[in-house]
């Protein structure tokens, strides 16, 4: 079966740095979107950066000039690198990504990784 995972998460000060791993386990035959979302207690899930295709990134104004996306197409992976973390980013931090399982399916799916925790506290 086709999984998402996140790793990277964890506890770091005000200005800090982390970086986040989405990685694709299972057998796909090929994938566009991937997106990082996150949400924080008492709040919607909210988007935090998407790759609608390796090359095109957009980035909520929250953090422009902070996080940056990067993928790995060989590896099935997407990054987020976090700088200059902030204590309104604690949040859990979740993967999502737009896969075609098979050549003979044309019908697309929506994965969605389990998260992972960030938290910004001195």
């Known amino acids: 079966q086709v999984q998402l995972e996140e790793s990277g998460g964890g506890l770091v000060q005000p200005g800090g740095s982390l970086r986040l791993s989405c990685m694709i386990s299972?057998?796909?035959?090929?994938?566009?979107?991937m997106d990082w979302y996150r949400q924080a207690p008492g709040k919607e899930r909210e988007v935090v950066a998407t790759?609608?295709?390796?090359?095109?990134?957009n980035y909520a104004n929250s953090v422009k000039g902070r996080f940056t996306i990067s993928r790995d197409n060989y590896r099935n992976a997407l990054y987020l690198q976090m700088n200059n973390l902030k204590t309104e980013d604690t949040a859990f931090y979740y993967c999502r990504a737009k896969v075609w399982l098979s050549v003979e399916v044309p019908n697309s799916v929506i994965l969605w990784g389990q998260g992972t925790q960030v938290t910004v506290s001195s």
């Open positions: 790759s609608p295709q390796p090359g095109t990134i």
């Open positions: 299972g057998e796909i035959f090929a994938v566009n979107n």
